[in-house]
């Protein structure tokens, strides 16, 4: 192995592959252009769910729910995956990235997938919305771009796997492998199954609309599919749980409090959140009670312990690496005095706390087979998912993406101020629309329908006056939630094309690595202290929550149990 296509990276110490970094800043440009594009399309779909407003017409409405689905759900956040996979493999290991020309080559089928599904969307041939359930059939290039795009994302997935055989055969580190790197296998390996069950449903449905297929069956359609459409939010756990632990160790040098039990908790992830697809199919006829039941109690308590696990020790190794620090004031001066002005930890720790709480307890509301009925496919389950995908996963890959500017892209950020207030916005929005969906849900509002009011109905409905309070204060939030968007757009791309360049100079006068973080990120090691009354007392609030809302949901089925 020759060193001419690497270089040190003065502030982490660690080994940059030139091809690597290369990948990086392609698959992240990328996914920043499909984020923007796909939350404009939010923005019009919130606005038009606003009554007050109703900013576009039904036909346009569909087409802009269609492509803000596929935009943020898949492209934004797959593209960042790829990006967060290299990162994890060939820079964390110090090794060199595997194939670069098949990894070129999967960016590139990525790529032209993508733009082609978006094509066919703004050509309005296919406003069949993010699940695509048949028998509405899309224009055959719809389906095209999907799989051609799945098909990259996996040959991007099994370029990572030869990395890490490169690493183990190079010997470029010691021992096991990094947790960062350990949760990015876990996030590959569920992408394996997951794109793979999208490619697989999609392949006859392809066929089907261009005439080479007779029909595809509606029920076996929505299992399959659900393989894909919610399994790929199980990728979006993993990789950004891998986030929290990457920024806590880069930004404050933090430990995990137990290196063993937190990698538990990712084969927790392996070996049962695929299975929280099952809240999608709860009401479907030809599923049994006994895989209902099953997958949802014993198997989805056992995903949820993961996530529960996770949520307890990030926190805690933040912890304890303030207080070793010296902040050890009372209960919570270590949180206080936490770095609240870098927007990459501040945007972590923010995710934290909204996808816990708004994402992960609704999460297990939703995943109750007898409390799903009630909110099954009304507004609740886009408020619960903007909770996870969004408030979870979008604001760790932006607060990410402040640690991959000054590192990959060797820029330092613009709009500094900007940049410190960007993640409350966007955090603040994103919460907004979350709880007004699901209030909305809560009363029964559609999930997708174009008209709250059903003003062309023939005959008439009306939802409570609350409800239209809710849709209101949902664009609002939408409003707030783009604002830190277009913020976080404004830093980004002004960082890469006008920020000043990172020289020795400027790192030792502007680190964003906390000293040693770079060695916490890339090693194997444990907090080796227990000592965190704090996080303890912010486990016992959620857990005092999550009983609460549990309990307040069974009160609302019971209202609904005298109509049997």
């Known amino acids: 192995m020759t060193n001419f296509n690497f270089r040190t990276c003065p502030e ?50 569909y087409l802009a729910l269609t492509a803000h689905g596929a935009d943020v759900l898949v492209f934004w956040i797959i593209f960042f995956e790829i990006a967060l996979l290299y990162f994890a493999s060939a820079i964390l290991l110090n090794c060199r ?20 599904a978006n094509v066919a969307v703004l050509q309005g041939e296919s406003s069949v919305m993010f699940t695509s359930y048949v028998p509405m059939k899309a224009a055959p290039h719809f389906y095209l771009g999907l ?44 992408a394996v199954y997951t794109i793979a069950s999208g490619a697989i449903i999609l392949i006859p449905t392809f066929l089907w609309s261009i005439g080479l ?46 290196e063993k039990v937190s990698r538990m908790a990712f084969l927790l992830y392996i070996c049962f959140l695929l299975l929280a697809s099952a809240h999608h199919l709860l009401v479907d006829p030809g599923i049994s009670s006994e895989w209902k039941v099953f997958n949802t109690s014993y198997a989805l308590f056992l995903a949820v312990l993961g996530s529960m696990i996770h949520g307890m020790s990030v926190p805690g190794a933040i912890e304890v690496a303030q207080r070793k620090r010296g902040f050890t004031q009372g209960v919570f001066g270590w949180l ?32 109750t087979e007898q409390l799903n009925i009630i909110m099954h496919n009304t507004l609740y389950v886009p408020g619960h998912f903007h909770g996870t995908v969004v408030a979870g996963t979008t604001l760790t890959f932006m607060a990410l993406t402040y640690l991959v500017v000054p590192l990959i892209f060797r820029r330092e950020l613009v709009f500094k101020r900007l940049a410190q207030w960007q993640p409350y916005l966007f955090g603040l ?3 907004g629309i979350s709880i007004f969906m699901m209030a909305a849900g809560t009363l029964g509002v559609s999930r997708r329908h174009w008209d709250m009011a059903f003003s062309d109905a023939a005959i008439s409905f009306d939802y409570p006056p609350a409800a239209f309070l809710m849709m209101a204060l949902n664009g609002i939030s939408a409003i707030i939630a783009s604002i830190g968007g277009v913020a976080f757009i404004l830093v980004v791309v002004g960082s890469i094309l006008f920020g000043k ?22 090693s194997y ?40």
């Open 501 to 522: 360049k990172r020289d020795e100079e400027t790192v030792r006068a502007n680190p964003v690595v906390f000293q040693g973080g770079g060695d916490v990120a890339a």
């Open 336 to 367: 206080r005095k936490a770095p609240w002005g870098n927007p990459a930890f501040s945007g972590m720790f923010m995710s934290i706390v909204l996808f816990g709480i708004l994402g992960g307890i609704t999460g297990v509301i939703m995943g």
């Open 12 to 61: 982490t110490g660690l080994k940059v592959h030139g091809p690597a970094e290369a990948l990086i800043k392609a698959n992240a440009v990328v996914a920043v252009v499909f984020l923007l594009i796909g939350g404009l399309f939010g923005l019009l779909v919130a606005l038009t769910r606003w009554q007050a407003i109703h900013l576009l017409p039904a036909d346009l409405f």
């Open 525 to 564: 090691g444990d907090a080796g202290s227990l000592k965190i009354p704090g996080t303890i007392t912010l486990v016992g609030f959620f857990f005092a929550a999550f009983v609460l809302y549990y309990f307040i949901n069974w009160k609302y089925l019971s209202e609904v149990w005298p109509l049997s």
């Open 147 to 190: 799989i051609l795009f799945a098909v990259g994302a996996l040959v991007a997935v099994a370029v990572f796997f030869g990395t890490l055989v490169i690493a183990k055969q190079e010997k470029t580190y010691e021992g096991s492998v990094p947790l960062v790197t350990f949760g990015a296998v876990t996030a590959a390996i569920i």
């Open 213 to 258: 297929v007779g029909e595809v069956d509606t029920l076996t359609y929505r299992l399959v599919w659900w393989g894909f459409g919610h399994s790929s939010q199980q990728i979006n756990v993993a990789a950004q749980v891998s986030g929290w632990y990457a920024i806590a160790a880069l930004t404050i040098g933090a430990k995990p409090i137990s």
């Open 429 to 431: 929005g994103v919460a």
């Open 97 to 116: 990235l595997a194939t670069p020309k098949i990894a070129w080559a999967a960016f590139l089928l990525m790529l032209a997938g993508a733009v082609m």
